[in-house]
């Protein structure tokens, strides 16, 4: 299942010819609308909201740019992965192709973090994963931001 954003649903339709599995779409799975802070950068957001990202900084609930809060991100994104959970079959696998943000915050919400807690978790860089499990209490992070590449990268300084 996958974002209907481009990048995600690009990603994810190269994870499905990959595997012969068919991917379904979501809005739900989208990145976290930042209202007007949309298309900005962090030096155009910092000099024009200054303290309303000051105060996202510090972990308070901020609308940045009027957008959405991390939980109204998690509220749209978790049930959507949980009730594609409940339906895979006994030791079955399921991919979520998202963004960074839905991502991070549906993993807090889904481990049952307080959501000042989620910043914790750090990002999420392209192209990278992170694996849940079952736990005896629940959800359980195996990894995250993990990624690998076909051919180890070597530096020139050996």
Not at 37 to 46: A, D, F, K, P, R
Not at 106 to 115: A, N, Q
């Given at each position: 299942m996958a974002s209907d954003l481009k990048r995600a649903a690009a990603t994810a339709a190269e994870l499905a010819?990959?595997?012969?599995?068919?991917?379904?779409?979501?809005?739900?799975?989208?990145?976290?609308?930042?209202?007007?802070?949309?298309?900005?950068?962090?030096?155009?957001?910092?000099?024009?909201?200054?303290?309303?990202?000051?105060?996202?900084k510090r972990g308070e609930p901020v609308r940045r740019g009027g957008g959405e809060l991390e939980t109204e991100v998690a509220d749209r994104a978790a049930p959507v992965v949980l009730e594609h959970?409940?339906?895979?079959?006994?030791?079955?696998?399921?991919?979520?192709?998202?963004?960074?943000?839905?991502?991070?915050?549906?993993?807090?919400?889904?481990?049952?973090?307080?959501?000042?807690?989620?910043?914790?978790?750090?990002?999420l860089s392209n192209c990278c994963w992170s694996v849940l499990g079952e736990g005896a209490r629940g959800w359980r992070l195996m990894e995250h931001n993990a990624g690998t590449l076909p051919e180890p990268v070597l530096g020139d300084d050996d």
């Open positions: 010819a990959l595997t012969g599995h068919d991917v379904a779409h979501d809005a739900a799975l989208r990145e976290t609308y930042a209202g007007e802070w949309q298309g900005l950068t962090h030096g155009e957001i910092v000099a024009r909201y200054g303290e309303q990202y000051a105060a996202w959970a409940d339906k895979l079959p006994e030791n079955g696998t399921l991919v979520v192709v998202s963004h960074g943000g839905t991502i991070r915050t549906t993993i807090g919400r889904l481990l049952g973090l307080e959501s000042r807690h989620w910043e914790s978790l750090g990002g």
